[in-house]
């Protein structure tokens, strides 16, 4: 199951997973926020404003769906203390409340992802204050208290100005558990800070140092007594050693007739990382990592916990992966993963993500369809979210940025769009609109799509459609004619219709892209280069 994707409910997707196969579990879940968050898609220069779109929703209410999954976690033997005790007590504390919805729900994953870790394995759970008090019984709950290594305070933001009658909260929780008392553990040392960087006062064509005492004086275990370059002293080493050092450009000779030991910056391992980071910035709208999707969080965060918690070849899980920075880092780190999250946004920003960053990567992608009967299944389950998970997934089979945001509702025939230049040398690109039809596709709709041509930059319609289009419909599709670029050579059908079979066909929409930068749908991630391993010089 490793360097997969899936799209699904965490909870479905590590039911399936095997007892004891992953080495490393980080997960970045909602937060209870109790609001919404947007994705945010850029558009090319020259394309009209950014395009936002909900990505998901942060709110928790009691109700069915959290009494059912409360009473599956009191049955679950894996629960343990969790089930029997720890549930039962908190919702006799908290009532059958928002608070209590959002805590059943990571009770009974966090007790499924206690079941797939190794006995070396660990959990970091990313969080906020919110609910942070209570997510830290639910673990002690899930692992048993003893497994409690950290809290680790990430600072992520600087001040906030709207705090009234508090202080500003301007910091994460991460909580760190272990399956056993013997976890993967690889020490992480970070920068010196600024402070202490100024005491490496001196610099010779080594670089920066400070020296160090090479006197036995006052030392328990006595020294060597000689005289060295004409300075007598009570030395700690012998001197061979101090000749070895002299050769080597260590000594540092002061004014005052000493011998100290030149100590480099450079060779210093840092200071062992402690549980509160401040050295880490988040991602902001200038950040070049930033790909547009709410709540991602920085590369440097996830190395740090991955290569702190786990090996090369160890398997890193992220349930709820988001636009994939676990994943991401995984990967770069020679880490095998497994990424989960719910919408089809997330998945497909990931999959882009990932190739982008690594062009020669092989991954799978579980859960999302591979036949038309299983596009039918994910438009006709689940209600209106089911129908809108078909149309992100639709629009991120041709490449194209959703444009029909679920909170919103009415479907004006505009699910999606894919922006394309008509020359290299064109100011603007244009649109070609996406209307997605999962299910009988009115009579009118050509007619519709036909009356969107010419307008806000649309020159091309796509219809993607599950049924197959009437005779009538593909007629009154060409009566529109076709688009034609400024090289007087190259021509495309205004009104396209693809069906989702055309597409696992193998059929794309026709039209080319002449963008001196290639298509720019969703924000690149940057190449990852592998760093070459330095050489022996001599
Ligand atoms: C806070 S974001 C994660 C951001 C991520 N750490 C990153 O850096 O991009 C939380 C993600 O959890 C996903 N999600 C929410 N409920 C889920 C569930 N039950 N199963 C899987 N994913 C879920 C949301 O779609 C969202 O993408």
């Given at each position: 199951?490793?360097?997969?994707?899936?799209?699904?409910?965490?909870?479905?997707?590590?039911?399936?997973?095997?007892?004891?196969?992953?080495?490393?579990?980080?997960?970045?879940?909602p937060?209870?926020s109790?609001?919404?968050?947007?994705?945010?898609?850029?558009?090319?220069?020259?394309?009209?404003?950014?395009?936002?779109?909900?990505?998901?929703?942060?709110?928790?209410?009691?109700?069915?769906?959290?009494?059912?999954?409360?009473?599956?976690?009191?049955?679950?033997?894996?629960?343990?203390?969790?089930?029997?005790?720890l549930?039962?007590?908190?919702?006799?504390?908290?009532?059958?409340?928002?608070?209590?919805?959002?805590?059943?729900?990571?009770?009974?994953?966090?007790?499924?992802?206690?079941?797939?870790?190794?006995?070396?394995?660990?959990?970091?759970l990313?969080?906020?204050?919110?609910?942070?008090?209570?997510?830290?019984?639910?673990?002690?709950?899930?692992?048993?208290?003893?497994?409690?290594?950290?809290?680790?305070?990430?600072?992520?933001?600087?001040?906030?100005?709207?705090?009234?009658?508090?202080?500003?909260?301007?910091?994460?929780?991460?909580?760190?558990?272990?399956?056993?008392?013997?976890?993967?553990?690889?020490?992480?040392?970070?920068?010196?800070?600024?402070?202490?960087?100024?005491?490496?006062?001196?610099?010779d064509?080594?670089?920066?140092?400070?020296?160090?005492?090479?006197?036995?004086?006052?030392?328990?275990?006595g020294?060597?007594?000689?005289?060295?370059?004409?300075?007598?002293?009570?030395?700690?080493c012998p001197?061979?050693?101090?000749?070895?050092?002299?050769?080597?450009n260590?000594?540092?000779?002061?004014?005052?007739?000493?011998?100290?030991?030149?100590?480099?910056?450079e060779?210093?391992?840092?200071?062992?990382?402690?549980?509160?980071?401040?050295?880490?910035?988040?991602?902001?709208?200038?950040?070049q990592?930033?790909?547009?999707?709410?709540?991602?969080?920085?590369?440097?965060?996830?190395?740090?916990?991955?290569?702190?918690?786990?090996?090369?070849?160890?398997?890193?899980?992220?349930?709820?992966?988001?636009?994939g920075?676990?994943?991401?880092?995984?990967?770069?780190l020679?880490?095998?993963?497994?990424?989960?999250?719910?919408t089809?946004?997330?998945?497909?920003?990931?999959?882009?993500?990932?190739r982008?960053?690594?062009?020669?990567?092989?991954?799978?992608?579980?859960?999302?369809?591979?036949?038309?009967?299983?596009?039918?299944?994910?438009?006709?389950?689940?209600?209106?979210?089911?129908?809108?998970?078909?149309?992100?997934?639709?629009?991120?089979?041709?490449?194209?940025?959703?444009?029909?945001?679920?909170?919103?509702?009415?479907?004006?025939?505009?699910?999606?769009?894919?922006?394309?230049?008509?020359?290299?040398?064109?100011?603007k690109?244009?649109?070609?609109?996406?209307?997605?039809?999962?299910?009988?596709?009115?009579?009118?709709?050509i007619?519709?799509?036909?009356?969107?041509?010419?307008k806000?930059?649309?020159?091309?319609?796509?219809?993607?459609?599950?049924?197959?289009?009437?005779?009538?419909?593909?007629?009154?599709?060409?009566?529109?004619?076709?688009?034609?670029?400024?090289?007087?050579?190259?021509?495309?059908?205004?009104?396209?219709?693809?069906?989702?079979?055309?597409?696992?066909?193998?059929?794309?929409?026709?039209?080319?892209?002449?963008s001196?930068?290639?298509?720019?749908?969703?924000?690149?991630?940057?190449?990852?280069?592998?760093?070459?391993?330095?050489?022996?010089?001599?």
């Open positions: 199951m490793t360097n997969t994707l899936h799209y699904g409910d965490c909870l479905d997707v590590l039911r399936d997973m095997e007892d004891a196969s992953v080495d490393l579990i980080y997960l970045d879940p937060f209870n109790n609001r919404d968050y947007n994705a945010f898609f850029t558009s090319p220069k020259g394309g009209e404003s950014h395009a936002q779109i909900t990505a998901f929703e942060d709110t928790w209410h009691w109700g069915s769906q959290a009494e059912t999954e409360y009473a599956d976690l009191l049955k679950n033997p894996d629960a343990g203390q969790l089930g029997e005790t549930m039962p007590a908190l919702r006799s504390f908290l009532g059958e409340n928002d608070m209590m919805a959002y805590l059943t729900m990571m009770a009974s994953r966090l007790v499924e992802m206690h079941r797939v870790l190794k006995d070396t394995g660990s959990l970091y990313h969080c906020d204050p919110t609910a942070s008090h209570y997510l830290k019984i639910v673990l002690d709950g899930a692992f048993g208290p003893t497994s409690f290594k950290n809290e680790i305070v990430w600072k992520r933001t600087s001040s906030h100005s709207d705090s009234i009658n508090k202080f500003s909260r301007i910091h994460d929780v991460i909580f760190f558990y272990s399956k056993s008392n013997k976890p993967i553990w690889n020490k992480i040392f970070i920068d010196y800070d600024d402070e202490y960087k100024k005491r490496f006062k001196y610099k064509d080594k670089g920066y140092f400070t020296d160090g005492d090479l006197s036995a004086k006052g030392l328990s275990g020294g060597y007594e000689y005289e060295y370059k004409g300075i007598s002293g009570y030395w700690r001197v061979e050693t101090m000749e070895r050092l002299d050769k080597e260590r000594l540092y000779y002061t004014k005052n007739n000493g011998i100290r030991i030149k100590r480099y910056l060779e210093l391992p840092g200071v062992l990382c402690g549980d509160v980071w401040t050295d880490i910035f988040p991602i902001n709208s200038q950040s990592e930033r790909l547009g999707y709410p709540t991602q969080k920085p590369a440097a965060l996830l190395e740090r916990i991955i290569r702190a918690s786990s090996n090369p070849g160890d398997v890193v899980l992220d349930p709820f992966c988001g636009c920075t676990a994943v991401h880092a995984a990967q770069k020679g880490r095998k993963w497994i990424g989960i999250d719910i089809h946004l997330a998945i497909a920003l990931i999959s882009k993500r990932l982008d960053a690594f062009p020669d990567i092989d991954f799978k992608v579980e859960g999302t369809p591979q036949d038309v009967e299983a596009a039918r299944y994910l438009a006709e389950h689940n209600g209106l979210e089911g129908r809108y998970q078909f149309q992100y997934w639709a629009v991120s089979l041709v490449g194209g940025i959703p444009a029909n945001d679920k909170k919103k509702g009415a479907d004006s025939g505009s699910d999606g769009f894919i922006w394309a230049y008509d020359s290299p040398y064109a100011k690109p244009y649109k070609i609109n996406i209307s997605v039809k999962s299910g009988k596709i009115p009579a009118n709709h007619r519709e799509l036909g009356g969107m041509l010419g806000n930059g649309v020159e091309i319609c796509l219809l993607l459609t599950l049924e197959k289009p009437s005779r009538t419909m593909l007629k009154d599709a060409l009566s529109y004619g076709y688009y034609e670029y400024p090289d007087g050579v190259r021509k495309f059908p205004r009104v396209q219709i693809l069906t989702i079979q055309d597409l696992f066909d193998g059929k794309k929409p026709q039209y080319l892209d002449l001196p930068d290639g298509p720019s749908t969703l924000k690149s991630a940057k190449k990852e280069v592998k760093k070459q391993k330095q050489g022996s010089l001599l």
